[in-house]
């Protein structure tokens, strides 16, 4: 590494964007809104909530597949995948195992039953299994969520930017809500899966760039490799059964498969995407091509990390006092490498921005789904014309985008954006995925059932945030270094030759309720499923189970079928526990093949 350039941690000051990179930056954001524009000319004369929050049920498979890949690979990835491999080791690119687990259970267990219920909004499943009440429940969990999702994801990215860049903050907070906004309202879910496509491509790239640049500054990548592994930086495969351990091979096949599977087997934003194919086989398509694509995204920021600890393995930026947080790590690599290329750094936030962008848009269009077709439709506006019913979900879109302007505040306290975020759904969409889990694999499950195991699900896991957050239990984290850097240029330290090297001493883990506090926040997702199935069932006994028979077999997953198809039918049929499954189809679709659910429930034996 050639210490005689003007790095950062030699002279004391970071690189800002001058003109061409805002240019860069604006392109970006012109070329989504204007996406929107030619989706609300084209469609003009449809007036339908199917076209417009479903892409009229016709969208090609790849679209749909980048789209997928796009709504929860967000900023959040891209700032606190490199900041995760810097502060603790490449652990977390054995998240593959849990995209596996995840695709498997998204394509082949939930999506296929809700998709053949030709559903809007996933929550109306719960009140078909269940109760009305149980759907609202749902509905009002997934947009509180939502909202809180996509305020991390707005502020989060600008505030890191603008401490490193000199980017507005709330000029880029405004100016990207602001687009998400209007190319959603007006151009519905087409426009949001073509901008989603585009953004993909534009974060793909934008990590490539970086990975390169950064890989020669360092005088290869196989040297900034060797570096890492010096420091502990590279590390797979750990194996611990210790539930505290922050990263493990279980953590993430058991508490990542659950976490992504809440994401792809039944969150609102994912599902509308599904929706938006023609058959159940294109969804399960879509979702098993987005799975290498999500590998890319997940292996180009782990690798930037390390090329990112090679970098600063001798100065630390955060010790330095050159940055306050981890989530300002990325841009301060990129402008330390990058900023003598003009542009190129306005290429690197436009790449940011994509990610916020594509989970903004995300969020206002599923969230505008669930009001109308929870809320509004079943309560205020019975009657309402499909004309008027797509106007209502643009206002939604517009309404939802001024909201997040005003509740991206609260963002701004929640720490570092990525475990803020999987912290978020461990608390909110895994005790979700833990509902549809009861409705769809235990037929004996009832609506007082779902209730308690929800509501108990959801209050544990908020009591266990909550706590680990007051508690300040910090995993540990790997050695750093400060001993290169120009400690003349700032008087706020004088530790001169400082070693962060007792760090390297082993860690105690807490036990008793701080043991608690400090579980891996992968592991919440696992707790949050089995407090909604456990009391959900032991309930559900209590006040009288459902008779399995008298279930609709449209929405019960027949589990066993799946995971073990060649099981003699017989035993298969044993195994519906008297769920009806061979009365469920009636005919199949000529021009898709796919069966055709019976309309009505079959009559009890």
Not at 187 to 198: C, E, H, P, Q, R
Not at 325 to 334: G, K
Not at 364 to 383: E, G, H, T, W, Y
Request: aromatic share 12%.
């Amino acid at each position: 590494m050639a210490d005689q350039k003007e790095y950062s941690y030699n002279t004391g000051r970071i690189a800002t964007f001058v003109i061409v990179d805002y240019v860069l930056f604006a392109l970006t954001l012109l070329v989504s809104a204007g996406i929107g524009v030619f989706y609300a000319i084209k469609d003009r004369n449809v007036k339908t909530t199917k076209s417009y929050l479903l892409a009229g049920g016709k969208m090609s498979v790849w679209p749909a597949a980048l789209s997928l890949v796009a709504s929860f690979m967000s900023a959040i990835t891209l700032l606190g995948t490199p900041a995760e491999v810097y502060n603790f080791d490449t652990m977390f690119m054995d998240m593959t195992m849990a995209y596996i687990v995840a695709m498997f259970l998204a394509a082949h267990v939930y999506m296929p039953i809700l998709y053949r219920l030709e559903l809007t909004s996933v929550y109306e499943y719960l009140e078909k299994r269940f109760c009305k009440g149980i759907r609202l429940l749902g509905s009002v969990v997934y947009c509180t969520m939502m909202i809180m999702y996509m305020s991390i994801v707005l502020f989060g990215p600008s505030l890191a930017l603008n401490a490193v860049t000199g980017f507005s903050l709330w000029g880029a907070v405004v100016t990207v809500g602001a687009v998400c906004t209007f190319y959603t309202s007006l151009g519905g879910m087409k426009a949001v899966m073509w901008t989603d496509s585009f953004q993909t491509l534009m974060m793909i790239a934008g990590l490539l760039v970086v990975l390169i640049k950064g890989s020669m500054e360092v005088g290869g990548f196989s040297n900034a490799w060797e570096i890492a592994s010096q420091n502990g930086r590279i590390k797979f495969g750990e194996a611990s059964f210790d539930p505290r351990v922050r990263h493990t091979v279980w953590g993430f096949i058991i508490g990542g498969g659950i976490l992504w599977t809440s994401i792809y087997g039944t969150n609102q934003a994912q599902a509308q995407r599904m929706f938006s194919l023609p058959s159940v086989k294109k969804a399960q398509i879509a979702i098993w091509l987005n799975f290498p694509c999500l590998l890319i995204i997940l292996y180009l920021c782990g690798l930037i990390g390390v090329v990112m600890y090679a970098f600063y393995s001798k100065c630390d930026p955060i010790t330095f006092g050159l940055i306050t947080a981890s989530d300002q790590m990325v841009p301060l690599f990129v402008m330390d490498t990058l900023s003598h290329l003009p542009g190129i750094p306005g290429m690197f936030l436009a790449s940011i921005f994509s990610g916020t962008l594509s989970s903004v848009a995300t969020g206002m269009n599923s969230i505008s789904a669930v009001i109308l077709q929870d809320f509004l439709r079943p309560f205020c506006l019975k009657d309402m014309s499909e004309k008027m019913a797509t106007l209502v979900s643009r206002l939604l879109a517009v309404f939802l985008g001024m909201l997040c302007l005003v509740t991206t505040y609260g963002a701004s306290k929640l720490g570092g954006i990525l475990q803020a975020a999987l912290a978020l759904y461990g608390c909110l969409s895994a005790p979700m995925l833990g509902v549809f889990t009861l409705g769809m694999l235990f037929p004996w499950s009832n609506k007082w059932g779902a209730y308690s195991g929800t509501l108990s699900s959801i209050a544990i896991m908020t009591w266990i945030s909550v706590s680990h957050y007051e508690s300040k239990i910090k995993p540990p984290m790997s050695p750093i270094s400060v001993e290169q850097c120009n400690w003349n240029l700032t008087l706020e330290n004088s530790l001169g030759q400082y070693s962060l090297a007792n760090q390297t001493e082993e860690y105690v883990y807490p036990t008793g309720l701080d043991g608690l506090y400090s579980l891996s926040y992968l592991w919440y997702n696992v707790i949050a499923v089995l407090i909604v199935i456990i009391v959900g069932l032991i309930v559900s006994f209590i006040t009288g189970f459902q008779d399995p028979k008298q279930v609709d077999p449209k929405l019960i997953c027949p589990i066993f079928d799946i995971l073990c198809p060649c099981l003699p039918q017989k035993i298969k049929e044993k195994l519906h526990f008297g769920v009806q499954h061979e009365n469920k189809y009636d005919t199949k679709d000529p021009e898709t093949n796919e069966p055709i659910l019976l309309s009505n429930n079959p009559k009890p034996e």
